[in-house]
C-alpha cells in the first residue's frame, strides 16, 4: 500500500508542475529541503555543478517568483510520466524512493518531443500533514537541455 | 482505492484503442455522452471547433464504422500513456478526473514518434456495469496532428 | 489487488534494465522459460525470426554475460514506460499478463529520443519466491532498431 501511497504522491507533484500550478510546487516540500537538477554526466564524476539547486523552501518559492517574473516568452508544456518505482524504507517515518522519468515538452509553437529523460532520487519524511520531500534529486541523461531559464521537473 | 479503481478504468479505455478492439470503444460510454478532441489553442480561446466531436453513442459506434471503412490505408498504431490523475468527487455516484497522456505513434513504415501530448478532462457516473464515461474531452497542446481521420484519443 | 501486485512486479521488471542492474534479470525468470523480442511484421505474418531468443535461464544469464563482455562502446540508457495492463487468469497459479510500453532511449551522446514502442505477451507463474516469468514476449511495432548488439526490453 506504500507504494500505491507514494506513487500518488508522485503524481500529484507532477501535475502541479504540468498543469501550471507552480505557485502550489513548494508545498511538497518541508521547510529545510534540498532540490537539485543535475546531469548523470557531472553526477558520474562527482562534479557538483548543478542546472538548479534550491537550499530550503524559501530558494524553491524565490525560483517560482523568477520563472513568473521572467516570463518574457511563453513557457512550454511538459508532460511528465514515471515508471521504475523503488522504494527503500529508512526510519519510520522516512523512505527513499527513486523512479524513472521522461518529460514530454510541448513547444509554444505546438512542437510535441522527449525533452528530458532520467531518475528521480528522493528521500520523503512522513509530516503531520502527509508525505513531504526532504531532498529531491532529478538526475538526467539527456545533454540537449534548456538551460536559460530552468523549470522545475 | 477510488484511484486504482479509476487508473484501472483508464487502463482498460487506452488498450482498447492500442490494441486495434475499436468495436469495444463505445463500451466505455454512457449512451447520452460526448466525446471531444479539442486543441489546447482552441480551448483557451474558447473556440468551440473540435477535431472531433461525438454527441451520444451512436456517433461514436458511427466514427468506428466510418474509420473501418475509410481504411484504404494501413492504420497507425497508438500507444497512450497515462499520468497526473487527478480526481474530484461530484456527488456519490460521479467523479471528475483529469490525467496527462502522450500518444507514441508508429507509423505504417515502422518510424515511432510523440504523436500528441494533453490532458483528459472527464466525467465518470457510476453504473449497474461499473464506471462510464459521460464526457470526455482530449484538450492536446501538439499542433502537428493528422486531420484527415482522426482516430480516438 | 493482483493489478497493483503485478504492476509492481513489470515496474521492478524495468528497473533492473534501466538502472543497469542486468544481473539481476535472470532473476524474474523461471528455470525454464522464454524470452523472446521479435518485431510486430513477423508476428503477424507468423514469421519467427526475433530479433533475440533465449530458451532456459542459462541462456538468458549468457545473454548478459555476452553484453557485459561485448562492452566495447558505451551502453546506451534505457527508460521503459508500461500503460494498458490487461490480466487473464490462467489457473490458479498463472497469469497471463499484457502491456504496452515504450522504451526512451539515449544515446551515449546525450540525445534522447523514442527508440521502441510496442505489447509485452508474458505468462506468469507464482513460484514460492512469488511471481516469476514463464514466458515473455516484447512484439515491437517500431522498425528502426539497433540489431547489432539486443538489448534486453
Known sequence: MLRVELSAFLDDYISVIDNNQLELWSSFFVDDCLYEIISKENEDASMPAPLMRCEGIAMIRDRVVSLRNANIYEFPIYRHFISGLALKRGDAD????????????????????VYQAGRYYDRLVQTEGGWRIKSKRAVYETLKVQTLLAFPI
Open 94 to 113: 522516512s523512505v527513499d524512493l527513486t523512479a524513472s522519468y521522461v518529460v514530454i515538452n510541448t513547444s509554444p509553437a505546438g512542437f510535441s518531443s
